[in-house]
T-cell receptor, first 112, second 115 residues
Framework: QKEVEQDPGPLSVPEGAIVSLNCTYS??????FMWYRQYSRKGPELLMY????GNKEDGRFTAQVDKSSKYISLFIRDSQPSDSATYLC????????????FGPGTRLSVLP | DAGVIQSPRHEVTEMGQEVTLRCKPI?????LFWYRQTMMRGLELLIY????????DSGMPEDRFSAKMPNASFSTLKIQPSEPRDSAVYFC?????????????FGSGTQLSVL
C-alpha cells in the first residue's frame, strides 16, 4: 500500500460544479497537510495548508482534514475552466525540512 | 523577479552520458530543493540546500546523482552515467524558509529523456 493515495482521475465536471478531491494516507504521524495545483508543463504551486484536523477556507477552496479517518479533502466551489489542472495532496510528520510525501495527483478538467 | 529558472527545458540523451541540470533560485531565498516527478513514483524530494549547504540528500537515488550549490544563485544536479530509468521531469524549487506551510516556488522543470 502506498503511503498516500489519490484517485488519478481524470475527473471531468461542468463549469460551476462543486468539485471534491480526496486523499487517503496510512501514516498516522502526519500532521501537516497541503494541496498543490499543477498546470500542464509547470511546477506545482501551493494552494492550501492545514495543520492537524479541521477545515480551512480560502475563497472558492476549502480544505478538510479528518485525522481519525486518515482522509483529507479539497473542495472547489463554482469551478472554472481555469481550475483545470492536476491537484496533488502532500503531507509531512513535522514542520522541519520539506520532505513531504506527495500523492500521485488527480487530473481535473472543468468544461465550459 | 523572474521566478525560479531551470535549464534546459528538455534534454534527450543516450544511456551512459552525463547530464547536468541547472537552476537559478529566486533571489533572497535561502532554501533550494531538487524534486523528481514520474508517473510511477509521483513527486519525490531528492535533496535540499540551506544557504548553499546540502542539508538532506537522503532522496538521492544512488551515487550516480550529485548536486552542488556553489553560490546562492546557482545549483546543478548531475547524473553520471545516465540510465533510461532516470527519465523524468526534474524540478528545482526555492523558498524563503522551510516548513510545511512555507510556499515553495517551483521552476518549470526539465524534461529528461534517457534513451
Amino acid at each position: 500500500q502506498k503511503e498516500v493515495e489519490q484517485d488519478p482521475g481524470p475527473l471531468s465536471v461542468p463549469e460551476g460544479a462543486i468539485v471534491s478531491l480526496n486523499c487517503t494516507y496510512s501514516n498516522s504521524a502526519f500532521q501537516y497537510f497541503m494541496w498543490y495545483r499543477q498546470y500542464s508543463r509547470k511546477g506545482p504551486e501551493l494552494l492550501m495548508y492545514t495543520y492537524s484536523s479541521g477545515n480551512k477556507e480560502d475563497g472558492r477552496f476549502t480544505a478538510q482534514v479528518d485525522k481519525s479517518s486518515k482522509y483529507i479533502s479539497l473542495f472547489i466551489r463554482d469551478s472554472q475552466p481555469s481550475d483545470s489542472a492536476t491537484y496533488l495532496c502532500a503531507m509531512s510528520r513535522d514542520n522541519y525540512g520539506q520532505n513531504f510525501v506527495f500523492g500521485p495527483g488527480t487530473r481535473l478538467s472543468v468544461l465550459p | 523577479d523572474a521566478g525560479v529558472i531551470q535549464s534546459p527545458r528538455h534534454e534527450v540523451t543516450e544511456m551512459g552520458q552525463e547530464v547536468t541540470l541547472r537552476c537559478k533560485p529566486i533571489s533572497g531565498h535561502d532554501y533550494l530543493f531538487w524534486y523528481r516527478q514520474t508517473m510511477m513514483r509521483g513527486l519525490e524530494l531528492l535533496i535540499y540546500f540551506n544557504n548553499n549547504v546540502p542539508i538532506d540528500d537522503s532522496g538521492m537515488p544512488e551515487d550516480r546523482f550529485s548536486a552542488k550549490m556553489p553560490n546562492a544563485s546557482f545549483s546543478t544536479l548531475k547524473i553520471q552515467p545516465s540510465e533510461p530509468r532516470d527519465s523524468a521531469v526534474y524540478f528545482c524549487a526555492s523558498s524563503l524558509r522551510q516548513g510545511a506551510g512555507e510556499k515553495l516556488f517551483f521552476g518549470s522543470g526539465t524534461q529528461l529523456s534517457v534513451l
